[in-house]
């Protein structure tokens, strides 16, 4: 019964190249949330999604970033051109449904350095 | 707007010693869930302890304890007889029944257990 699968685990671009980061969530989960951490800080949300569907992006920058989920396949984290500033631990969690009571789970993270 | 606030960016504790770890929240939802979750050095995210806003009594599962004032907003998370694979990183979190059901985080705190 696999967790949440984040890969790769590592990554290491130079600035101006495109990072693709990506998420499997659990067996039986259809809701995909996108975080960033800066070291010995908090988790920022980034995304939400749905199959197919972008639920709430307004953590997202609007330039160079983008997340998908498509019908089949797993959820990519998508930055363009990157530049120094987006190295970082990009986390994906996911829930089964959408209810306050429903717990996160998180994959083991991306950690992203441009160089 | 929602708002999670941990004052405490590092806290010492004696092994088998109690700990309260502090958690303030802002919101204007009338459901919403609060979360703890522990971030080992080697980064994954550990779901530790779940308390929801209409729940009558406070949460408690193992060694954790949620010590829930709503009144006040405040989710406190008590850790008894603390021991040395408690040093970690916790991070507080919230999910609301608005805003797209997203879940924020705090900046979270650092415990350091003491032998």
């Known amino acids: 019964n696999a967790g949440v699968m984040q890969n790769p685990r590592h990554l290491v671009r130079r600035r101006g190249q495109e990072a693709r980061l990506r998420c499997s969530p659990m067996?039986?989960?259809?809701?995909v949330y996108w975080y960033r951490q800066l070291p010995e800080e908090g988790l920022k949300f980034m995304v939400y999604?749905?199959?197919?569907?972008?639920?709430?992006e307004s953590g997202m920058p609007k330039e160079r970033f983008s997340a998908e989920f498509p019908k089949e396949g797993p959820s990519i984290l998508r930055i363009q051109q990157v530049v120094r500033g987006d190295s970082a631990a990009y986390f994906c969690?996911?829930?089964?449904?959408?209810?306050?009571?429903?717990?996160?789970?998180f994959g083991s993270g991306t950690q992203l350095s441009v160089l | 707007a929602q708002k999670i606030t941990q004052t405490q960016p590092g806290m010492f504790v004696q092994e088998k010693e109690a700990v309260t770890l502090d958690c303030t929240y802002d919101?204007?939802?009338?459901?919403?869930?609060l979360f703890w979750y522990k971030q080992p050095s080697s980064g994954e995210m550990i779901f530790l302890i779940y308390?929801?806003?209409?729940?009558?009594q406070n949460a408690t599962e193992g060694r954790y304890s949620l010590n829930f004032q709503k009144a006040r907003k405040s989710a406190n998370l008590v850790i008894s007889a603390s021991q040395l694979g408690d040093s970690a990183m916790y991070f507080c979190?919230?999910?609301?029944?608005?805003?797209?059901?997203?879940?924020?985080f705090g900046a979270g705190t650092r415990l350091f257990v003491k032998a």
């Open positions: 308390q929801g806003s209409y729940d009558q």
């Open positions: 969690a996911s829930s089964k449904l959408t209810a306050t009571n429903e717990k996160l789970f």
């Open positions: 919101t204007s939802d009338p459901s919403y869930g």
């Open positions: 979190a919230m999910r609301g029944d608005t805003g797209g059901f997203k879940t924020i």
């Open positions: 067996k039986g989960h259809s809701h």
């Open positions: 999604l749905q199959k197919e569907n972008i639920i709430d």
